[in-house]
C-alpha cells in the first residue's frame, strides 16, 4: 500500500457531476512492478481490501474478455442466470474437450480450425 487519500474533483463539469468526496488508493503491486491507483467512493472498508477488490473484479473482465475471444457464443439460448450458466459452461466444456482432441492428435490446427474440422468430418 502507498497512499490512501481524500480528493475532491476540480474540473467545473466533474465537480457538478460529482461533487462529493472520493477516495484515491494508490497500491504498488510488486508482483507485477505496477503502480496502481484506485477512485472509490467506498469509505468503509480498508484500503488493501479496496484493492483486493478491484484485483478480482479485474479477473473477471479478463474471464469475459477470454469467453468472446474464444468461444463460439453469438446467442444466449435463455437470460434466465441458469440459462446463462449452462449455455457457458457447454461452451466451455466443448472448447476443452477440442483442445484436448487437438493435444491428443497433435494437430497444426487452431483450437477453432479442429473444431470446425470435426464438426465437418461429422456431417
Not at 27 to 42: G, H, I, P, R
Not at 55 to 76: A, M, P, S
Request: with cysteine.
Amino acid at each position: 500500500m502507498r497512499t490512501d487519500r481524500i480528493i475532491e474533483l476540480t474540473v467545473p463539469k466533474s465537480k457538478r457531476s460529482y461533487p462529493e468526496k472520493l477516495r484515491l488508493v494508490e497500491f504498488y503491486d510488486s508482483e507485477n512492478d505496477e503502480l496502481l491507483l484506485f477512485l472509490t467512493n467506498n469509505f468503509d472498508i480498508f484500503s488493501l481490501e479496496e484493492t483486493y477488490l478491484y484485483k478480482n473484479r479485474w479477473q473477471i473482465e479478463v474471464f469475459f474478455k477470454w469467453i468472446k475471444q474464444n468461444l463460439t457464443v453469438k446467442k444466449l439460448w435463455g437470460h434466465s442466470p441458469n440459462a446463462v450458466k449452462i449455455h457457458l459452461w457447454t461452451a466451455i466444456c466443448t472448447h476443452l474437450i477440442v483442445a484436448y482432441i487437438k493435444h491428443l492428435t497433435k494437430v497444426s490446427l487452431s483450437i477453432y480450425e479442429t473444431h470446425m474440422y470435426c464438426i465437418h468430418k461429422h456431417e
